[in-house]
């Protein structure tokens, strides 16, 4: 279980501990990956100036998916949970590369909460990365 999250509801409202579950119907996109609108979340959604900077968790039946921050591209050939918070929509896979529509899982979204000073002391800790790869400083980031 994931804790220390807040999820937004599709009126705006705010609740923490808990998630929102995705209502079908999930439109493929291709190969294993299906898409979503998250309209209520797309403040929160990557975009070309803000790369990896969604918080969004993705479940299945209460287990986190993953990875996060994937190309559309790859969710589709591979799957495997992979998925992107992009704009005003998910690109996502299940787990099994089932059909989303059908397989009867449960799947339900939550928007991870992090401090500024956390998030800047785990970006800052990440072998390698440049201030470039660092997520932006932006106050929704």
């Not at 804790?3 to 209502?23: K, P, T, Y």
């Not at 797309?42 to 996060?68: I, K, M, Q, V, W």
């Amino acid at each position: 279980m994931v804790d220390n999250i807040e999820v937004v509801g599709s009126d705006g409202s705010r609740q923490c501990g808990s998630r929102v579950g995705l209502a079908g119907p999930f439109v493929m996109h291709n190969g294993f990956c299906y898409i979503v609108a998250l309209t209520h979340l797309a403040s929160h959604g990557d975009t070309e100036g803000e790369l990896r900077c969604s918080r969004l968790l993705l479940f299945e039946n209460d287990l986190p998916l993953g990875p996060a921050y994937q190309s559309h591209r790859q969710i589709g050939a591979i799957g495997g949970g992979r998925f992107s918070h992009w704009g005003q929509s998910l690109y996502f896979s299940t787990s099994d590369n089932s059909d989303p529509n059908t397989n009867g899982i449960r799947t339900a979204a939550g928007i991870r909460i992090l401090s500024r000073d956390r998030h800047n002391t785990f970006e800052s800790r990440k072998p390698g990365a440049s201030a470039k790869q660092r997520r932006p400083s932006a106050e929704r980031c």
